[in-house]
């Protein structure tokens, strides 16, 4: 009797064991699940921004209306709605062609955006405010 005992002792710890074991390799696959979509920026991408945009659009910029509406260094600081909504912004000037302006590129043609570089950069806002809209 004592024997079963001890024996079943051993069944039961060892079934702990083997589910703690489960349990716990179960833990990294739930984070990578619910990990949430971050502001990210390509190389390419950066490049278009930093040619033609940053100059304006970063938190230590001269351009002082330019900064208000706008810093590319502070994106990922900013609430995940907000990101979303200068995304958003970013993909409508582009599309239009509002931005860079105009009397800048007069003085700095080679801003310009190419058609490729304007789809480029209009396709990461877009494609990136899509993912950071909570699906529900
Ligand atoms: C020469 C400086 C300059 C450059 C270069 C420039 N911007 Fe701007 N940007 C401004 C200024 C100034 C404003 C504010 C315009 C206003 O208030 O009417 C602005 C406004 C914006 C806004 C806000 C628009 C709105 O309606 O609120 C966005 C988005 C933007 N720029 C994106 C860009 C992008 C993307 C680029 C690069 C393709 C770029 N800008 C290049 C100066 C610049």
Redesign the pocket.
Known sequence: MRRYFILMLIVVAGFLFVNFNIADNNIPQEEVKTEKPQYHVPDDVQQ??DN??Y???NSESK?E??K???QFDKMSDLKTYKQVG?LA??A???TEG????E??LKKYPE?Q?SKEEQEK?VSWANNLAKQLTPED
Do not use: A, E, T
């Not at 509002?98 to 302006?101: A, E, F, H, R």
């Open positions: 278009i921004i033609s945009c100059g304006c659009h351009n209306k330019g208000k509406k706008l200068s912004d970013i409508d000037v582009v509002d931005m860079p302006p009397k800048f801003r955006l950069l």
